[in-house]
């Protein structure tokens, strides 16, 4: 069983789903297979075992093509190819382990959608969904989209990110569903329902779903949220999940990810950090991720990203300098670090302000 199974058969509470309902998280065929049967969008895909079913599956697909290893890999599991030689490698790749280890012994090939990706995140008790603010990741490497796929550089929530009319959308299509589709095939969703999205010309479509708080979303929405996050999961875990009890605070934030030197790559590890006092003095918080004591009590980088030094503001401008400012204080050799973390959401305050 999983943790959260063990707990509730001592009669402990806890947020979070069953191994059972863990499933969307942990296996891309079950979630897609599932999507298909609760008729919740998303892209067009097909299954393979092995290569040759990866490689004759590819026919049926124009390119770019996305290929998915099917189970857990950290957030690089997945890899847009762009041509044909691209697909046959990453295929190699994928079922050999050399890409994803195990988690590549079954792979999803699935069709390219295009748009603009979105993290939509609900509390779930069992029977009702009650929606955190929208976020956005950024997954790549580097600035503009570029470069191998990450567990995430850096994540913005901004409310402006999602109409009220596109939010109603996508709790019934989406979140509401899957609740109630979950519930009717005897394994109750509860917890953290993360919905990745890619916001297409005919709606939003679920990329994929994590079944829990994602990273580095959590640092950013956390730093907007105006309640007690400890009542919200307590309620949660009794089962009596309410909307009105999630408040948020309007102004948006921003987390940039500080990554160390070879990620997503073989990491370097054992580099001294230095700045996070003067960092935490602009107002910033910084979440530490891959970091440790060495045996000479000296801060040091221990794993691929290290810190998410997070900041909001009264505009996304403003968080997304706060941010920045408070990551220049912050010093570590073979620091990696995108300068374009909140960037995309800058067009709609621009449009408001025009319209203004």
Known sequence: DGVVDAFRA?????????KEAAQLEGSKIFAKRFM????????????AENPEEAREA?????????????GLAAGKGVVICATAIEAHDTIHSLFSGALAGSA????????????EEVSFIGLCDGERVAALEPSQDHKT?????????????????????LDEQTRELIMGRVMQTTVDQMAAEGTPFTGFLYAGLMMTSAGPKVLEFNVRLGDPETQAL?????????????????????????????????????????????????????????????GAVVFHAGTKLNDQRQLVTSGGRVLGVTAAGPTLPAAIEAAYAACRHIRFEGCQMRSDIGRKGLKRWQRDSRVQ
């Open 141 to 161: 490497i580097y600035d503009g989209d570029i470069g191998p796929n990450t567990g995430g550089m850096g994540a913005y929530s901004d409310s402006r990110i």
């Open 222 to 282: 956390l730093f907007r949220l105006d309640c007690d996050f400890g009542e919200l999961l307590m309620e949660a875990a009794q089962g009596r999940v309410r909307a009105e009890s999630l408040r948020f605070s309007p102004d948006p934030s921003v987390c940039v990810v500080l990554a160390a030197h070879g990620y997503p790559g073989q990491v370097r590890a054992g580099d001294p950090i230095s700045g996070l006092d003067a960092a935490e003095q602009t």
């Open 104 to 115: 590549g012994s079954r792979v999803v090939i699935e069709e390219f959608l295009e748009g």
């Open 58 to 70: 590819l026919g049926r697909f124009s390119y770019p093509v996305v290929l998915k290893a099917d």
């Open 10 to 18: 001592a009669g402990r509470p806890i947020v979070g789903p069953s």
């Open 36 to 47: 298909q049967r609760a008729g919740i969008p998303t892209a067009a895909y097909a299954v």
